[in-house]
């Protein structure tokens, strides 16, 4: 049975480095995940990555051919890493949809988490120069 791995980095909790430095690295997966940095994306397309978020993302596709598409997929264990299922106003729904799919694997969610405030300065701090 396959095993599914997925990576919901909230926003300034490392996800970035983690994306471009570490998951693609790891031998025993199949890096199904964003590509660091975002704009290199289109040219690393993975069909399980772009059929499970287009579900995701949108409701759109059919679970019968991303399920297809998973489980043609050469590698036992799956690693998905996505930020943006947790930073928008339908974030709810988009894990709902995630549910739908993972659900029929052995899977595990990986959350990645930051204090707040520590999260808010960095922010900050990345975007200063655009208020000026």
Not at 36 to 64: D, E, F, H, T
Request: hydrophobic content about 35%; glycine content about 4%.
């Amino acid at each position: 049975m396959k095993k599914i791995f997925v990576h919901i980095g909230l926003p300034k909790t490392g996800t970035t480095t983690l994306q471009k430095n570490f998951f693609p690295n790891i031998d025993t997966f199949d890096y199904c995940g964003v590509h660091q940095p975002r704009v290199q994306q289109k040219k690393n397309n993975n069909p399980v990555y772009n059929n499970i978020m287009q579900y995701v993302n949108s409701g759109a596709g059919s679970l019968k051919r991303i399920l297809n598409v998973i489980n043609n997929n050469a590698n036992e264990q799956i690693l998905i890493s996505e930020e943006m299922l947790t930073v928008s106003e339908n974030w709810l729904q988009k894990l709902k949809r995630l549910f739908e799919v993972v659900s029929h694997y052995d899977y595990s969610i990986i959350v990645t988490v930051r204090d707040p405030l520590k999260a808010t300065f960095s922010y900050y701090i990345e975007t200063y120069e655009r208020f000026f």
